[in-house]
């Protein structure tokens, strides 16, 4: 799922308060439509989220579209994946294109 800054914001985080508001682990992925790596880790994404539909949700956001939200989380790449709990302010990111294995890997290390 796609979301605006002004969505990430109401249903995800909101970076400004430092209040998660996501009811069950996010992962977040930043992204750019001009980038190759963001283009080929999209693939990726959708097997992990199949895979742990109902546990953890995943969606995108462009910061081409949602600069303010680029720099108030200090990403600095893209694509970065952000790993977010609801019961802490504690966030894990992941830089780069990586596989399918590696995310899901992060998702229990950091989320489950």
């Known amino acids: 799922m796609e979301l605006s800054s002004a969505q990430f914001k109401e249903s995800v985080y909101d ?3 430092g209040e998660i508001r996501a009811s069950r ?4 992925d930043l992204y750019t439509d001009w980038c ?4 080929a880790l999209s693939p990726a994404l959708d097997r992990v989220a199949l895979k742990f539909e ?12 949602s600069d303010e939200l ?3 989380m200090g ?20 830089v780069g294109a990586t596989s399918s294995a590696s ?5 229990a290390d950091y989320l489950l």
Not at 54 to 65: A, E, P, Q, R
């Open 36 to 39: 190759s790596s963001c283009k």
């Open 75 to 94: 990403i600095q790449g893209v694509p970065t994946l952000l790993f977010l709990r609801p019961e802490t302010i504690r966030r894990e990111t992941m």
């Open 70 to 72: 680029a720099s108030a």
């Open 25 to 28: 682990p996010v992962v977040v």
């Open 15 to 17: 970076y400004d308060a």
């Open 54 to 65: 109902g546990l953890v949700d995943i969606v995108k956001v462009n910061i081409t579209k």
């Open 103 to 107: 995310v899901e890997k992060a998702i």
